[in-house]
């Protein structure tokens, strides 16, 4: 009899510092919707695209960390730097990515992100073990504005097939990971045509791939809708170790926020969901936090301008 199981590879993108519920879930309702999955699913996966930590007030002024706390605390396994996660400098995120790796937080991937001497910054790749199922996730970055590093040039591009390979050596399914858009006329489908043995390419918001994804060739091309107004969900079928199908949905944010309404909310039996408890202490937290900092600036900026008024009346 074969052995069959799914594997559930759930994933998000372009997140844009939109930590609190708004035009998207927020991280409090997403952490339900990611326990709930991870209880009914079993075998998962939570992966990020990139561009997460900057692009709100409440992400900017602590310099990412508020999402790099929960991603911690949702418990994601992989995230690819996208080339807006460098807003606070290439020193700041190495040093992130290092001690999220030393905390055991979600790996940070990128195979492309090289420093003056031509060596990978990043670790290029993780493989997880989902239940005897070898899941190998490449991460990819769009160029940045970083001095001192490069991103995507003839060697990266070359050496493509080579990064794929060595994955899949190691790996049941492979996965390319990052929030790419087009870089020197190259975009996922391009990657997805050119090189062989990706299974599933997720992107952020910048390719509009079809809530049920996009397939070229033997490539699965999956995405989301910026500011988590969207999740997306990849169910991988196994049979005797090896992914037999598999299928890509969309969650909206109005599946979360109107599950009533939501068909697919319906199908699960969902009639309301809650923000989760632990999240949203943090988020209240970091908001109070955040009132203090911009409390501080406008008195800060009020005492500047009455003493630029002494000083003028004085002249």
């Given at each position: 009899?074969?052995?069959?199981?799914?594997?559930?590879?759930?994933?998000?993108?372009?997140?844009?510092?939109?930590?609190?519920?708004?035009?998207?879930?927020?991280?409090?309702?997403?952490?339900?919707?990611?326990?709930?999955?991870?209880?009914?699913?079993?075998?998962?996966?939570?992966?990020?695209?990139?561009?997460?930590?900057?692009?709100?007030?409440?992400?900017?002024?602590?310099?990412?960390?508020?999402?790099?706390?929960?991603?911690?605390?949702?418990?994601?396994?992989?995230?690819?730097?996208?080339?807006?996660?460098?807003?606070?400098?290439?020193?700041?995120?190495?040093?992130?990515?290092?001690?999220?790796?030393?905390?055991?937080?979600?790996?940070?991937?990128?195979a492309n992100v090289l420093d003056a001497q031509g060596r990978m910054v990043f670790d290029g790749y993780e493989v997880f073990d989902v239940g005897g199922f070898a899941v190998g996730v490449i991460g990819l970055t769009a160029p940045a504005d970083a001095a001192g590093y490069s991103f995507l040039d003839e060697a990266v591009v070359a050496n493509a097939q080579a990064m794929v390979d060595a994955v899949a050596a190691e790996s049941d399914y492979v996965v390319v990971l990052g929030s790419l858009g087009t870089v020197m006329g190259y975009d996922v489908e391009y990657l997805a045509e050119n090189v062989k043995g990706i299974d599933l390419i997720v992107e952020g918001s910048s390719y509009d791939a079809p809530a049920g994804g996009k397939r070229v060739g033997d490539t699965l091309i999956v995405s989301v809708d910026a500011g988590l107004q969207s999740v997306g969900v990849v169910q991988v079928h196994v049979v005797d170790g090896e992914a037999e199908a598999s299928y890509a949905a969309r969650i909206d944010a109005s599946d979360v926020k109107n599950p009533a309404a939501s068909d697919l909310a319906k199908m699960f039996g969902v009639g309301f969901v809650p923000a989760d408890k632990e999240a949203q202490a943090y988020i209240d937290y970091a908001k109070a936090q955040l009132d203090k900092v911009l409390k501080a600036e406008k008195a800060a900026a009020e005492k500047a301008a009455a003493e630029r008024a002494v000083k003028l009346a004085a002249e």
């Open positions: 009899k074969p052995v069959e199981f799914d594997v559930y590879l759930a994933h998000t993108g372009d997140i844009q510092g939109q930590i609190e519920e708004g035009i998207g879930i927020g991280f409090a309702k997403l952490a339900t919707g990611v326990k709930y999955g991870r209880a009914v699913g079993g075998k998962t996966l939570l992966l990020d695209a990139g561009n997460a930590t900057s692009g709100s007030d409440l992400a900017e002024k602590f310099a990412g960390e508020p999402v790099g706390v929960l991603f911690d605390l949702l418990g994601y396994d992989a995230v690819a730097v996208g080339a807006k996660d460098f807003a606070y400098g290439a020193g700041r995120l190495v040093e992130a990515a290092a001690l999220s790796e030393a905390y055991g937080g979600p790996a940070v991937l990128s």
